[in-house]
């Protein structure tokens, strides 16, 4: 039984004693938004949000917008204002926030209204929006209807703890790194890497030639998987 996470489904397939999945993207959409209410991260894109939202609003900043895209040829894309109940909205106005961000510096510093991020503020958000890329992947890729999606749970489960394994970063992106740690705390306690250990899911992926040699990450759960079948 596949559904949402409401405690009401998990408590009916105990009742019904059936195998309960947590929906896969719903669960990710969790994590995600889990790790975006830090504080550290909502004060970046807490000003992201006002200056995308000035240029939808106001007409006499986004024509302005347009002229030095062409004057620079730059793609006249307008900018993207996230929305609360879909998190992917936020790496779409993180990914057109960092594309114009030399046209948006440009239109700040004529207009006394915003400040736009500084350097080393941009870069935190370029690094935000790199990491968010791989969830929005592994989002799209999981809610397909015309593909099998349970075989790619394990791999990507795995893929996933590793983006969100940025220890390298701790220095030069400080507020990435902590939305790397947030990712991976939700993760772990989402079950996340539990996965591997499903008897289902590891038959599944065995059963994938997609993956069954190179899944699973260690030498005692590639001895389980041998063991399910």
């Not at 959409?29 to 830090?38: C, G, I, R, S, T």
């Not at 046209?103 to 004529?110: D, F, W």
Request: with cysteine; charged share 25%; net charge positive.
């Amino acid at each position: 039984m596949v559904s949402d996470n409401a405690e009401v489904m998990k408590c009916t397939a105990r009742i019904l004693k059936l195998f309960w999945f947590g929906c896969y993207p719903h669960t990710l959409n969790l994590v995600v938004k889990d790790a975006l209410k830090l504080p550290q991260c909502s004060a970046l894109l807490t000003d992201v949000r006002n200056i995308s939202s000035h240029f939808k609003r106001s007409c006499k900043p986004s024509d302005r917008l347009r002229d030095i895209q062409k004057n620079m040829k730059m793609p006249q894309h307008r900018m993207k204002r996230d929305c609360e109940t879909r998190w992917s909205s936020t790496y779409d106005m993180l990914e057109r926030f960092t594309e114009q961000f030399a046209v948006v510096q440009m239109v700040c510093s004529e207009d006394d209204e915003f400040c736009c991020p500084t350097r080393s503020e941009l870069q935190e958000l370029r690094k935000l929006r790199d990491i968010l890329k791989s969830f929005k992947e592994v989002t799209t890729i999981m809610s397909s209807e015309k593909n099998v999606t349970a075989s790619s749970i394990i791999y990507l489960s795995v893929q996933l703890l590793k983006v969100a394994n940025q220890s390298e970063i701790a220095e030069s992106h400080p507020e990435a790194f902590a939305f790397a740690e947030a990712l991976k705390r939700s993760m772990i306690h989402r079950g996340f890497a539990s996965r591997a250990t499903n008897p289902t899911l590891r038959m599944c992926t065995i059963l994938d030639p997609r993956y069954k040699t190179h899944t699973f990450p260690n030498a005692e759960t590639g001895r389980c998987k041998k063991s399910a079948l």
